[in-house]
Nanobody, 117 residues
C-alpha cells in the first residue's frame, strides 16, 4: 500500500524554523508532483507550496520568501523548510502527491506545527 510518511512538525517560537519531511515509496515518487498544504484552526485547507511541471515551484503569497519546498529523488522525499515562522503559520501541515499519469491523489496523515508568540 502506498503511503506518505510525514515528520518534522512541532512547537517553535515566532521567528524560529522547522523542516518538514514527506517520504514516499520509490516506485511512484519520481512519477508524481508533490505539494504541501496546511489547515489552520477553523480554516479551510490551503496550498502552501508545490511543484508544478518539472521543477517549477509555486508558493502561497503568505509564505513567499520564508518557506522553501525541495525534493530529493534519491531519498524519495520532499521537504518544506520553514523560516521566520509566525503564529499565523500554526496549522496541521499535509503532504500531497499526485501521480502525473493518472491524476491519483494521496495525502499524508498531517503533522502539527505550532508557533508561539
Amino acid at each position: 500500500q502506498v503511503q506518505l510518511v510525514e515528520s518534522g512538525g512541532g512547537l517553535v517560537q515566532a521567528g524560529g524554523s522547522l523542516r518538514l519531511s514527506c517520504a514516499a515509496s520509490e516506485l511512484i515518487f519520481r512519477r508524481s508532483t508533490m505539494a504541501w498544504y496546511r489547515q489552520g484552526p477553523g480554516k479551510q485547507r490551503e496550498l502552501v507550496a508545490g511543484f508544478s511541471s518539472g521543477s517549477t515551484t509555486n508558493y502561497a503569497d503568505s509564505v513567499k520568501g520564508r518557506f522553501t519546498i525541495s525534493r530529493d529523488n534519491a531519498k524519495n522525499t520532499v521537504y518544506l523548510q520553514m523560516n521566520s515562522l509566525k503564529p499565523e503559520d500554526t496549522a496541521v501541515y499535509y503532504c500531497k502527491m499526485v501521480i502525473v499519469a493518472t491524476g491519483y491523489e494521496l495525502w499524508g496523515q498531517g503533522t502539527q506545527v505550532t508557533v508561539s508568540a
